[in-house]
Protein backbone atom coordinates (compact mmCIF):
# COMPACT_ATOMS: atom_id res chain seq x y z
CA UNK A 1 0.00 0.00 0.00
CA UNK A 2 1.56 3.63 -1.09
CA UNK A 3 0.21 6.19 1.95
CA UNK A 4 1.57 9.33 1.77
CA UNK A 5 1.90 10.68 5.26
CA UNK A 6 1.41 14.26 6.01
CA UNK A 7 2.94 16.77 8.71
CA UNK A 8 5.43 15.02 8.91
CA UNK A 9 8.15 15.65 12.10
CA UNK A 10 11.18 13.86 12.85
CA UNK A 11 9.74 11.87 15.66
CA UNK A 12 6.95 10.35 13.17
CA UNK A 13 9.71 8.78 10.84
CA UNK A 14 11.45 7.33 13.51
CA UNK A 15 8.67 4.93 14.20
CA UNK A 16 6.65 4.54 11.04
CA UNK A 17 10.01 4.08 8.59
CA UNK A 18 11.87 1.33 10.02
CA UNK A 19 8.27 -0.43 10.39
CA UNK A 20 6.71 0.48 7.31
CA UNK A 21 8.34 -2.36 5.34
CA UNK A 22 6.98 -5.39 7.43
CA UNK A 23 3.58 -3.94 6.89
CA UNK A 24 4.34 -3.81 3.09
CA UNK A 25 3.59 -0.32 3.02
CA UNK A 26 5.42 2.58 1.24
CA UNK A 27 4.82 5.71 2.81
CA UNK A 28 5.74 9.03 1.24
CA UNK A 29 6.54 11.63 4.14
CA UNK A 30 5.42 15.29 3.45
CA UNK A 31 6.21 18.25 6.01
CA UNK A 32 3.56 20.25 4.88
CA UNK A 33 -0.07 19.54 6.69
CA UNK A 34 -3.29 17.87 4.61
CA UNK A 35 -5.77 20.98 3.40
CA UNK A 36 -7.57 21.85 0.69
CA UNK A 37 -4.04 23.25 -0.98
CA UNK A 38 -2.16 19.93 -0.04
CA UNK A 39 -4.38 17.53 -0.71
CA UNK A 40 -3.28 17.02 -4.65
CA UNK A 41 -0.35 15.52 -3.11
CA UNK A 42 -2.25 12.17 -2.60
CA UNK A 43 -2.18 11.43 -6.45
CA UNK A 44 -0.98 7.72 -7.06
CA UNK A 45 -1.75 6.99 -3.39
CA UNK A 46 -3.81 4.25 -1.72
CA UNK A 47 -4.12 6.09 1.35
CA UNK A 48 -3.55 9.25 3.60
CA UNK A 49 -2.08 9.23 6.93
CA UNK A 50 -2.67 12.44 9.07
CA UNK A 51 -2.62 14.02 12.27
CA UNK A 52 -4.95 15.89 14.76
CA UNK A 53 -4.31 19.13 13.17
CA UNK A 54 -5.14 18.16 9.88
CA UNK A 55 -8.48 18.55 8.65
CA UNK A 56 -10.45 16.85 5.42
CA UNK A 57 -13.44 18.46 3.96
CA UNK A 58 -16.16 17.23 2.21
CA UNK A 59 -15.04 18.38 -1.16
CA UNK A 60 -11.61 17.29 -0.52
CA UNK A 61 -13.21 13.65 -0.01
CA UNK A 62 -14.52 13.74 -3.41
CA UNK A 63 -11.02 14.91 -4.90
CA UNK A 64 -9.42 12.00 -2.84
CA UNK A 65 -11.61 9.71 -4.31
CA UNK A 66 -11.66 11.24 -7.99
CA UNK A 67 -7.34 9.94 -7.54
CA UNK A 68 -8.01 6.71 -6.41
CA UNK A 69 -7.20 7.17 -2.98
CA UNK A 70 -8.98 4.69 -0.42
CA UNK A 71 -8.63 5.09 2.70
CA UNK A 72 -8.02 8.29 5.51
CA UNK A 73 -5.26 6.60 8.00
CA UNK A 74 -5.48 8.48 11.27
CA UNK A 75 -2.81 8.53 13.71
CA UNK A 76 -4.91 9.40 16.97
CA UNK A 77 -8.14 8.64 18.17
CA UNK A 78 -9.91 11.84 17.77
CA UNK A 79 -12.16 12.23 14.68
CA UNK A 80 -13.68 15.46 14.20
CA UNK A 81 -11.44 16.79 11.73
CA UNK A 82 -12.97 14.51 9.04
CA UNK A 83 -16.31 15.21 7.56
CA UNK A 84 -17.61 11.46 8.09
CA UNK A 85 -20.84 11.76 6.42
CA UNK A 86 -19.10 12.68 3.02
CA UNK A 87 -16.58 9.71 3.72
CA UNK A 88 -19.50 7.50 3.52
CA UNK A 89 -19.36 4.97 0.77
CA UNK A 90 -16.14 7.18 -0.50
CA UNK A 91 -13.21 6.56 1.65
CA UNK A 92 -12.58 4.26 4.69
CA UNK A 93 -11.51 5.98 8.06
CA UNK A 94 -9.18 4.48 10.47
CA UNK A 95 -8.41 5.68 13.64
CA UNK A 96 -5.82 4.63 16.46
CA UNK A 97 -8.69 4.40 19.30
CA UNK A 98 -6.06 3.53 22.04
CA UNK A 99 -2.20 4.35 21.93
CA UNK A 100 -1.24 4.92 25.66
CA UNK A 101 -4.21 5.97 28.37
CA UNK A 102 -1.76 6.35 30.78
CA UNK A 103 0.35 8.84 28.85
CA UNK A 104 -2.06 11.29 28.25
CA UNK A 105 -3.66 10.65 31.99
CA UNK A 106 -0.43 10.84 33.51
CA UNK A 107 0.81 14.41 31.95
CA UNK A 108 -2.74 15.60 32.63
CA UNK A 109 -1.78 14.89 36.39
CA UNK A 110 1.91 16.81 35.55
CA UNK A 111 -0.15 19.31 34.48
CA UNK A 112 -2.14 19.51 37.67
CA UNK A 113 0.52 19.12 39.70
CA UNK A 114 3.07 21.60 37.95
CA UNK A 115 0.11 24.43 37.91
CA UNK A 116 -0.76 23.50 41.62
CA UNK A 117 2.79 23.78 43.03
CA UNK A 118 4.18 26.18 40.37
CA UNK A 119 7.03 24.47 39.77
CA UNK A 120 7.65 25.84 36.18
CA UNK A 121 7.73 29.03 37.66
CA UNK A 122 10.23 27.85 40.44
CA UNK A 123 12.20 26.90 37.74
CA UNK A 124 12.19 29.81 36.13
CA UNK A 125 13.36 31.78 39.11
CA UNK A 126 15.96 29.65 39.92
CA UNK A 127 17.90 29.51 36.79
CA UNK A 128 18.65 33.20 37.61
CA UNK A 129 19.33 32.17 41.33
CA UNK A 130 16.24 33.90 42.61
CA UNK A 131 15.61 31.70 45.59
CA UNK A 132 12.38 32.93 46.73
CA UNK A 133 9.30 30.98 46.97
CA UNK A 134 6.98 34.06 47.62
CA UNK A 135 3.87 33.60 45.39
CA UNK A 136 4.91 29.60 44.89
CA UNK A 137 2.52 28.39 47.58
CA UNK A 138 0.34 25.14 46.43
CA UNK A 139 -2.59 23.05 47.81
CA UNK A 140 -2.49 19.75 49.06
CA UNK A 141 -4.49 17.44 46.82
CA UNK A 142 -5.11 15.06 49.37
CA UNK A 143 -8.32 14.95 50.44
CA UNK A 144 -9.37 17.25 47.67
CA UNK A 145 -12.43 15.99 44.96
CA UNK A 146 -11.56 15.40 41.64
CA UNK A 147 -14.06 15.70 38.79
CA UNK A 148 -13.13 13.28 35.66
CA UNK A 149 -15.08 14.25 32.63
CA UNK A 150 -15.02 11.05 30.09
CA UNK A 151 -14.50 7.60 31.36
CA UNK A 152 -13.11 5.62 28.37
CA UNK A 153 -9.52 5.11 28.87
CA UNK A 154 -7.72 7.60 29.30
CA UNK A 155 -10.25 8.77 32.07
CA UNK A 156 -10.30 5.76 33.66
CA UNK A 157 -6.06 5.99 33.68
CA UNK A 158 -6.86 9.35 35.12
CA UNK A 159 -9.22 7.99 37.62
CA UNK A 160 -6.88 5.87 39.15
CA UNK A 161 -3.62 7.98 39.17
CA UNK A 162 -6.26 10.33 41.41
CA UNK A 163 -7.19 7.90 44.02
CA UNK A 164 -3.13 7.22 44.83
CA UNK A 165 -3.45 10.77 45.66
CA UNK A 166 -5.74 10.06 47.99
CA UNK A 167 -8.34 12.22 45.93
CA UNK A 168 -12.38 11.56 46.03
CA UNK A 169 -13.06 11.09 42.57
CA UNK A 170 -16.48 11.81 41.05
CA UNK A 171 -16.95 11.22 37.01
CA UNK A 172 -19.68 12.24 34.61
CA UNK A 173 -20.10 10.47 30.93
CA UNK A 174 -22.97 10.17 28.74
CA UNK A 175 -22.19 5.99 28.93
CA UNK A 176 -21.50 5.41 32.47
CA UNK A 177 -19.84 2.25 32.60
CA UNK A 178 -21.05 0.02 35.74
CA UNK A 179 -17.92 -1.81 36.36
CA UNK A 180 -16.05 0.90 37.33
CA UNK A 181 -15.77 1.45 40.87
CA UNK A 182 -15.80 5.38 40.51
CA UNK A 183 -19.24 7.57 41.79
CA UNK A 184 -21.36 8.68 38.93
CA UNK A 185 -22.94 12.48 38.89
CA UNK A 186 -24.46 14.65 36.89
CA UNK A 187 -22.24 17.52 35.17
CA UNK A 188 -23.94 20.02 37.15
CA UNK A 189 -23.39 18.47 40.54
CA UNK A 190 -19.07 17.51 39.14
CA UNK A 191 -18.59 21.08 38.14
CA UNK A 192 -20.38 22.33 41.59
CA UNK A 193 -18.55 19.60 43.97
CA UNK A 194 -14.94 19.02 42.33
CA UNK A 195 -12.16 21.39 43.38
CA UNK A 196 -10.06 19.71 40.23
CA UNK A 197 -11.72 19.03 36.63
CA UNK A 198 -10.16 17.31 34.60
CA UNK A 199 -11.59 16.51 30.68
CA UNK A 200 -11.13 13.38 29.03
CA UNK A 201 -14.17 13.01 26.45
CA UNK A 202 -14.09 13.51 22.94
CA UNK A 203 -14.75 16.74 20.53
CA UNK A 204 -18.52 16.67 19.24
CA UNK A 205 -21.63 18.94 18.93
CA UNK A 206 -22.73 17.93 22.09
CA UNK A 207 -19.14 18.60 23.53
CA UNK A 208 -18.20 21.39 21.78
CA UNK A 209 -17.72 24.73 24.42
CA UNK A 210 -19.19 22.45 27.67
CA UNK A 211 -16.76 24.84 29.32
CA UNK A 212 -18.25 28.39 29.14
CA UNK A 213 -19.49 31.09 31.22
CA UNK A 214 -22.63 29.34 32.45
CA UNK A 215 -20.87 26.08 33.72
CA UNK A 216 -18.00 27.50 34.97
CA UNK A 217 -20.21 29.85 37.31
CA UNK A 218 -21.40 26.34 38.63
CA UNK A 219 -17.30 25.39 39.53
CA UNK A 220 -15.70 26.17 43.09
CA UNK A 221 -14.07 29.46 43.47
CA UNK A 222 -10.14 28.34 43.73
CA UNK A 223 -10.39 25.10 41.48
CA UNK A 224 -8.29 23.54 38.92
CA UNK A 225 -9.00 23.09 35.23
CA UNK A 226 -7.34 20.43 32.83
CA UNK A 227 -7.47 20.13 29.64
CA UNK A 228 -5.45 17.38 27.85
CA UNK A 229 -8.61 16.07 25.50
CA UNK A 230 -10.06 19.00 22.78
CA UNK A 231 -9.48 22.71 22.75
CA UNK A 232 -12.90 23.21 21.57
CA UNK A 233 -14.42 21.84 25.07
CA UNK A 234 -13.32 25.23 26.32
CA UNK A 235 -14.43 28.55 24.98
CA UNK A 236 -11.54 30.09 25.21
CA UNK A 237 -13.41 33.78 25.61
CA UNK A 238 -15.31 32.68 28.47
CA UNK A 239 -12.28 31.08 30.10
CA UNK A 240 -10.19 34.42 29.63
CA UNK A 241 -12.97 36.45 31.06
CA UNK A 242 -12.80 34.08 34.87
CA UNK A 243 -9.06 33.94 34.62
CA UNK A 244 -9.47 38.10 34.96
CA UNK A 245 -11.90 37.04 37.79
CA UNK A 246 -9.49 35.41 39.21
CA UNK A 247 -12.08 32.42 39.25
CA UNK A 248 -9.53 29.54 38.89
CA UNK A 249 -6.06 28.41 41.57
CA UNK A 250 -4.66 27.13 38.28
CA UNK A 251 -5.72 25.79 34.74
CA UNK A 252 -3.48 23.20 32.67
CA UNK A 253 -3.94 23.41 28.68
CA UNK A 254 -2.34 20.72 26.40
CA UNK A 255 -4.90 21.60 23.65
CA UNK A 256 -6.34 25.25 22.70
CA UNK A 257 -9.25 26.15 19.98
CA UNK A 258 -6.80 27.32 17.62
CA UNK A 259 -4.06 25.41 17.65
CA UNK A 260 -4.27 24.41 13.97
CA UNK A 261 -1.14 26.18 12.28
CA UNK A 262 0.60 27.03 15.55
CA UNK A 263 0.95 23.70 17.69
CA UNK A 264 3.42 21.69 16.51
CA UNK A 265 5.48 24.31 14.80
CA UNK A 266 8.43 26.85 16.20
CA UNK A 267 7.02 30.64 15.83
CA UNK A 268 9.31 31.48 18.41
CA UNK A 269 10.57 34.51 15.88
CA UNK A 270 7.20 35.36 14.85
CA UNK A 271 4.73 37.76 15.83
CA UNK A 272 1.86 36.58 17.55
CA UNK A 273 -1.37 37.66 16.20
CA UNK A 274 -3.87 35.19 18.24
CA UNK A 275 -4.32 37.58 21.11
CA UNK A 276 -6.36 35.05 22.91
CA UNK A 277 -3.60 32.60 22.87
CA UNK A 278 -0.90 35.61 23.57
CA UNK A 279 -3.12 36.77 26.51
CA UNK A 280 -3.75 33.14 27.84
CA UNK A 281 -0.17 32.89 28.21
CA UNK A 282 0.08 36.31 30.48
CA UNK A 283 -1.95 34.73 33.45
CA UNK A 284 0.88 33.69 36.24
CA UNK A 285 -1.65 30.02 36.66
CA UNK A 286 -1.95 29.49 33.31
CA UNK A 287 0.40 26.44 31.85
CA UNK A 288 -0.09 25.55 28.27
CA UNK A 289 1.71 23.39 26.24
CA UNK A 290 1.49 22.03 22.48
CA UNK A 291 -0.61 19.00 22.40
CA UNK A 292 2.35 16.58 23.90
CA UNK A 293 0.27 14.66 26.58
CA UNK A 294 0.42 11.10 24.05
CA UNK A 295 4.51 11.85 23.42
CA UNK A 296 5.87 9.17 24.86
CA UNK A 297 8.20 6.32 23.29
CA UNK A 298 5.58 3.78 24.29
CA UNK A 299 2.40 5.71 22.60
CA UNK A 300 4.47 6.52 19.35
CA UNK A 301 5.72 2.55 18.52
CA UNK A 302 1.66 2.02 19.39
CA UNK A 303 0.56 4.75 17.23
CA UNK A 304 2.81 3.43 14.36
CA UNK A 305 1.72 -0.21 14.77
CA UNK A 306 -1.96 0.19 14.97
CA UNK A 307 -1.55 2.89 11.74
CA UNK A 308 -0.41 0.19 9.59
CA UNK A 309 -1.82 -3.02 10.86
CA UNK A 310 -5.22 -0.92 9.65
CA UNK A 311 -3.16 -0.29 6.57
CA UNK A 312 -2.28 -4.08 6.28
CA UNK A 313 -6.01 -4.91 7.26
CA UNK A 314 -7.37 -2.35 4.46
CA UNK A 315 -4.50 -4.30 1.89
CA UNK A 316 -5.76 -7.87 2.55
CA UNK A 317 -9.69 -7.02 2.52
CA UNK A 318 -10.02 -7.79 6.20
CA UNK A 319 -12.08 -7.01 8.84
CA UNK A 320 -11.51 -3.14 9.88
CA UNK A 321 -11.72 -3.23 13.70
CA UNK A 322 -10.65 -0.12 13.83
CA UNK A 323 -13.05 1.85 11.27
CA UNK A 324 -14.96 5.17 11.55
CA UNK A 325 -18.35 5.30 11.16
CA UNK A 326 -20.86 8.46 10.45
Given amino acids: MKIVFYGTKPYDKLYFEPMAKDYGCKIRFVETPCNEYTVSLAKGADA??????????APMIDELHDMGVK???????????VDLKAAKDKLEVLRVPSYSPEAVAEYAMTLLMTVNRRTHRA????????????????????GKTAGVVGTGKIGQAMIRILKGFGMEVIAYDVYPNPNLDVTYVSMEELFSRADVISLHCPLTKE???MINRKTIA???ENSFLINTSRGDLINTDDLIEA??????????????????GMFYEDHSGDIIRDENLVRLSTFPNVLITSHMGFFTQEAM???????????????NGEE???RVEA
Fill in 48 to 57: ICIFVNDYIT
Fill in 71 to 81: AILLRCAGFNN
Fill in 218 to 220: MMK
Fill in 243 to 260: LLQKKFAGVGLDVYEEEE
Fill in 301 to 315: KAIATTTLENARALE
Fill in 320 to 322: LKN
Fill in 207 to 209: TKH
Fill in 123 to 142: YARTRDFNMTINGLMGQDMH
